[in-house]
């Protein structure tokens, strides 16, 4: 086993709850204040949505929705010991709102069949997902009508093809990430 990291759940039900996730260069968790600015955008549309961390890593995104209300939770991730370390982390909290798929996004949106209203995409940078993922989510019709889309990425990353559907409605940095909230409109 890899040396492990920790991050915190900044606020709700799990508030300075601890999450561990293995300590390797590919992952990194969205960094706190990242999360703080992204949920306070999100507030008024969390209670009670259904929710997609696509590529969950540590799963602060996911159980971040949860601790502050959302009804529903699915954590994708492919990476066997971080997807075990969120099981655990679910089992520890007793977030039985939040389901962990240990599985590839993109084969798991290709057969997915639910709707969700908001999503989070933090891909591992400059791995040329993000456009795919895009893509997959607004023609399987998996998202709600004015469903909320998080993108995260490194800047200067390759051009990224939004939906027509999608309008940008936030859009920040911090140091080398950029990141972006869409609003789904038909």
Known sequence: MRALGQ?????????????????????????DRVRETLFNWLRADLADSICLDLFAGSG?????????????????????EA??????????LEADMTEIVNADAIKWLNSNQQVFDIVFLDPPYRAGLLSRCCELLENGQNLAENAKIYIEHALGD???????????????????????LYSRSL
């Open 60 to 80: 602060a995104l996911g159980f971040e929705a949860a601790s502050r209300g959302a009804r529903r939770v699915i954590l994708v991730e492919k990476d066997r």
């Open 7 to 31: 991050l915190r759940i900044i606020a709700g039900k799990w508030r300075r709850h601890k999450l561990a996730f293995p300590g390797q260069q590919t992952l990194r968790p969205t960094p």
């Open 83 to 92: 997807a075990n370390l969120i099981k655990q982390t679910r089992a520890r």
């Open 158 to 180: 390759d051009v990224i093809d939004i939906p027509q559907a999608w309008q940008c409605i936030r859009s920040r940095s911090a140091g080398q990430v950029s990141y972006e």
